[in-house]
Each structure stands twice: as C-alpha cells, then as structure tokens.
C-alpha cells in the first residue's frame, strides 16, 4: 500500500479531476486494463469495468487494454490466453463499452506500444523498481523467483498509458503505485526531452472492494467470485455453497461474521442498498433466506448484462472484428507518439 500521505494526494487529485471531468470530457483520455487470466467477475465489474464505461458515456474517448504480455509477468504458460481474450472481450461488449467510443486491443498487436518500453526503462532506477510495494506482493504471492518482466512491468504499465496520451486511469488501490511511476516516467521524459507526455491522474472509486463471496479477497483461484458470464444457476450453486456460519440472526458485521456480511455486501451493491438494511429485512429468517436473496439480486442485476452476453456469442465473427479494428487504431496512435518520441531524443535519421 502506497504511504497515508501519498494516498492523500491521489484522493484529492481524483476527486478534482472527476468534478472537472464533467465538464470538459473532451480533454480526457482514459486507458485501463486487465490482464486475459481468466473471467472478468463482479468486483472488477464495480471496481473498475462501471467506471470505465461511465467516462466513455461522459464523452471521454476510452482505451481499453487486454493485456497479453502481463499475464507472463508471474507465470510460466500463456494457456487459455486467447479463449480468455474472447471471453473478456464478450464481457466489455456486454456491459456497454461501445467500439465507436472506446478502442479495444491487445499488447502484443501493438510493437510500437512496446518500444516505449526502451526510453522509459532508462527513466528509473533498480532501487524504485524493487520498492514497488505491488510488485512485491505478487511476487510473494507467485512463489517464483522474480522474473525481469515482473520487476519491470509497472515501466511496461507506463507504456500502455502513456501511447495513447493518457490523462485517466481508473484503478483500484493496488494499481496507485503504478500510475505514480507512470507520472515520475511522463515528468522525467519530459523534463529531459521536451514535453510529449501527459502527467496522468488515477481515478480512485468511492465504492468500497466487493470482498469475495466468503469474505476474503475476490479472486477466481478462491473459488468466491462470480463470474459475469455464469448462468443463473451456476451463480445459485456458488452462492449456495459459500460459508456462513451458526448464528441464526442475520446481522453486517464484516470483522466477525466475514461471510455473511460478504453476502450482504454483494446483495447491496447490486441493488444500491445498505447492507444493513438487507440484514434486518432478514433478521431471524437465517442464511438459507439470506443467499436466496442475493442470488435473486445477483441473477437479477445480471440478466440484461448475460442475456447480451449470450447474443453477442452467436457472433463470434463481428465480436473478434471489433478487436482488429481496435488493434489497428491502437498501432496508428502508437505509431503516431513513437514518431514524436523519436523526434524529441533526435533520433531521426
Ligand atoms: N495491472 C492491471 C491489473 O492487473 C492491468 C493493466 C495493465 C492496467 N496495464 C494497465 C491497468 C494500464 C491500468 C492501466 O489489473
């Protein structure tokens, strides 16, 4: 986690910008990602993926990136990498990314993306490399030794942003020490070459994390997410399976009853609700009438979003266009910024 005082800052600076963004959208571009591991589930749905469409419907033009290269950043196999590019694919179409506004791609389709990659590696030090505070964390979670790409990807991260200009990226806590880099990377460029690059601001949420369905961290490998493209009835069975615990009282209290109050979380934020309130609705009524009731507000809440989902599946065709269309747009504006890269460090020959 990036120090109280850090976090301050970036609280304050998200916070001007959304209330400036209202009114001058136009100057904006937004770039976000997520790495193709596997399905996209609801708390990168409220976390990032709602925001993101926000600001595409706000008149910011939006880049989202599936990010290929970052998926060997921590593991030794690109299995499933393109099912999984599909399937999230699916779920930004679904969830209302319109290819008109936002441009979908792809590292690996975009060479000039990664050539950024070479001046701004020359931008930091060992020393801030090895102190990011996230890289750390994953690479304890890994149980691998520290790959090149893993210590270098937050550089890598800089690249995706700053191709396109990029002046949002909403993120979650985890990602700040990652656009802070990306802001010290655009001010030294800058500083050293004359001004190509935008300082970048990180778009903080004021919705609180969707813990897991059993309280813990949301994660796919924890078996306590729900995915947006599973059926209702698989969204049934996962909820029906997830740990409460023995009090019969249905009462919100995330540091002693993390399971129960997960469920309520989940049921809240599908429905804008206080958890609280779902809690004393059910009271005595026990967990077996509490995750009914969240199934019904998850499927509820989900059946636009999968029965979209479901459609756009039928045509696979237009769906996989869609993402050589946005690689295509990506290249020309990589293209574009990589011109005026090598323009500024005089390397025209
Ligand atoms: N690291 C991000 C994640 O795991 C994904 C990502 C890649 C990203 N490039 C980015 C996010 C650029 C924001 C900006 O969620």
Redesign the pocket.
Known sequence: MPNEGSYQEAKRRSDATWAELATHPEKHVM?????PTGALHLGHYFGTEAPRVKLQNLGVKCYI?I?DY?VITDRDTTEHIRENAYSMLLDYLAMGVDPARTTIFTHSAVPALNQLMLPFLSLVTEAELLRNPTVKTELEASGHALTGLLLTYPVH?AC??LFCKGTL?P?GMD?LP?VEQTRQIAHRFNKRYGKVFPEPVALLSDVPLLPGLDGRKMSKSYGNAIALSMTAEETAKLIKKSRTDSERTITFDPENRPGVSALLSTAAICEERDPREIAQEIGDAGSAALKAYVTNAVNTYLAPLRARREELAQDMGYVIDVLHEGNAHANAVANETLAQVREAMGMVY
């Open positions: 770039l976000s990602g997520d790495r990136l990010a970052q991260q995706d942003i990226v993120v990602q990652h």
